[in-house]
């Protein structure tokens, strides 16, 4: 019935019971074992990343080295604003603190430099990349280089402004399964 | 981003957020960081595991601890120089009066029970203060904003109440595995370790009435010094062998129905040993999973697995929680208890035919569990506060039901709908008087008041009036005189009261606290049909949702049944289009019912005037009516 090692933790099943009966124990296993590049800080990022953590995915790596702003602060609840502490780290090693703590299951870390200059090395670790706060030139660049990797990556970039937002999804050629609820008739000709 | 009127009026404003859940906490975060100064929260939960998946604010240390003051700690940490203030109550005490719900500018609730939302809905229309209701379920999500005299109110579309059945089903008759596990957890969980006092049904048959009533008390009591696997394998043959030919004996039953079969012990585990091998889990909790090495949750067993399973709780609950014998109701948290009613349902599904389930599922079911991510929430959190600044702004024109949907229509996931008028025949917020058919030679106010006054119209501290007599009251500051009154009327028939009840007579209903009061004119009838009118009372004039409605529900088990949602279609209307603007159409949004308890909206068709949120450039195509999807 399944190796062990394949099944949940008694602490994943009892922590994750409600979204298990949402989309079932394989998913959430998959979940678990999949790691996510994310750029850009800003507050929809700041979003997606307390979801993903708190699904119970893999990993989750940072990447923004610019420093605390109050814009930065205005709209991404992951920054705590009395920031004494704070003094000296970048947004994403401020973020990558809070975000421990919605869930220690999963591995959160920051990466630093400019992400568009690195090799098909280290993006083959992930299985999806989000970008944001990154030029067109960059996410384009990005793209490319995720879409030359024989792994496919789930590439999405997102922006948001004022009340107007903005999801693009790449994932380039996958297989889906569907369930169909009406019946199918056949035709039984000589 | 917002204009400065905006920003004022935030600033300036005074809310109150009932619920600090799954939606609760995204909705305390997003209401602080869009800049809202004074918030307060009511809750009476406390902190649970399995909580921690979607409420942020928590965390596992705070198990436990109250939701609404960790929640307000943890949003302070954020704004620290904002107000929250946090209430650990039921917002059906009475500290929460009609005074203090006029001090607010909106009420937003992220609540997940029916009887909450209906009460804080009377307590909106009495105060004159808009209300944001919301819900979710899974990837489904809704929320509604209800405004006194310019909208529905949260009651003019009467919403679904929890699934009940037959008693007959659960007792002879099951055909579902819900039927068994009502059975295991109502029945036989609560006889062998509830309250020995309570009424049981366990061992009704469809005929044969009042035979060897004291034989049956006898039988499910452990004899003096019975050795206690003895006493397992005794209970099993008596539910799952005796009592099913018993039932078998009658024909009539199975007429037209498969038969059950009857199951005993000797056959499925013919070893007469049990194991006793030191079976505390970690944490300290006994279980029989742990004890007989059945270690995944969402295993369907066999019967003979069902079987041990069914022994081994039982005998762990008589060993090692002998205290709690007696005193037991069926906790979902409980895991020795979902064990036991687990293997017992399965074993009643196996003798019926009916499919078995994992641990996992027969949790869901007999706990109610709703299943939730933490996405829907955030979205929803999202809506409510762009509702609330309309609200405060008194941007009417815009006020909008949204539904969050799990698969797109018309490729959208969110979709915006007016809100209806206020329903001229709604009991609630329009007065209209109701008509309880009833027979009032042998109902007795007792049965009126429990299941119409309390049930079905939702009051907590009615007051009873036949004109200008008090028929029942309740309160603190009563006369004993008058309280000994009351409770010797609950007892008559309707007909016998002081003041007597007979067909023609006006009752006049209501609750001070809710400042909410209706007329229900009485009409006598001989008989009801005892399955269709268990309650041998009708109440009308208060809409029920129709019958197909109904039809594709899950018994609020939190199954997932996005089946039941139709949501693609551009068929016929079957609301009632009652829009703020004139605007006729073709098909009009039905949105009855917030997610809840498993129950999911029945999103007939959608109305498609509602484009102008839409602010794509793709206006056009989304208008299209035959847009194939």
Known sequence: ?190 | MATDEQLSAIKNSKVLMVGAGGIGCELLKTLALSGFQDIHIIDMDTIEVSNLNRQFLFRQSHVGQSKAKVARDAVLRLRPYINITAYHANVKDSQFNVDFFKEFDVVMNGLDNLDARRHVNRLCLAAGVPLVESGTTGFLGQVAIHVKGKTECYECQPKPSPKTYPVCTITSTPSKFVHCIVWAKDLLFAKLFGDKNQDNDLNVRSSDVGTSLEDSQDVFERRKDEDIGQYGRRIYDHVFGYNIEVALSNEETWKNRNKPRPIYSKDVLPENSSQWNGNVRKDGDVSAMASLGLKNPQDVWSLAENSRVFLEALKLFFVNRPKDIGNLTFDKDDQLAVEFVTAAANIRASSFGITSNSLFEAKGVAGNIVHAVATTNAIVAGLIVIEAIKVLQKDSNNYRMTYCLEHPARKMLLLPAEPFEPNKSCYVCSETPLSLEVNTCRSKLRDFVEKIVKVKLGMNFPLIMHGSQILYEVGDDLDADMVAIYSANLEKVLCELPSPVTSGTMLSIEDLQQEFSCTINIKHREEFDEEKEPDGMVLSGWTQPSAEKNKNEPAGNGENTSNALPAEETENATGKKRKLSDVSKATTSDGSGLAESGNHNQLESLDEDDDDLIMSDNLESLTKKKRPL
């Open chain 1, 1 to 190: 019935m399944g190796g062990d090692e394949e099944q949940l933790t008694e602490q994943e099943t009892a922590l994750y019971d409600r979204q298990i009966r949402v989309w079932g124990a394989d998913a959430q296993r998959r979940l678990s074992k999949s790691h996510f590049l994310v750029h850009g800080m800003k507050g929809i990022v700041a979003e997606f990343c307390k979801n993903i953590v708190l699904a119970g995915v893999g990993s989750v790596t940072l990447v923004d080295d610019r420093m605390v702003t109050e814009e930065a602060l205005s709209a991404n609840f992951l920054i705590p604003p009395e920031e004494n502490a704070g003094r000296g780290k970048t947004l994403a090693e401020l973020c990558c603190d809070s975000l421990k703590e919605f869930n220690p299951m999963v591995l959160v870390s920051v990466e630093k430099g400019d992400v568009s200059t690195f090799g098909g090395e280290f993006f083959e670790k992930f299985d999806a990349i989000i970008l944001s706060s990154c030029s067109l030139v960059k996410k384009k660049l990005i793209n490319q280089k995720c879409r030359k990797l024989s792994k496919r990556i789930a590439f999405y970039t997102v922006d948001c402004r004022d009340s107007t937002g903005e999801i693009f999804v790449d994932l380039q050629n996958y297989k889906y399964s569907k369930v169909t609820l009406l019946p199918v008739k056949v035709n039984c000709s000589q």
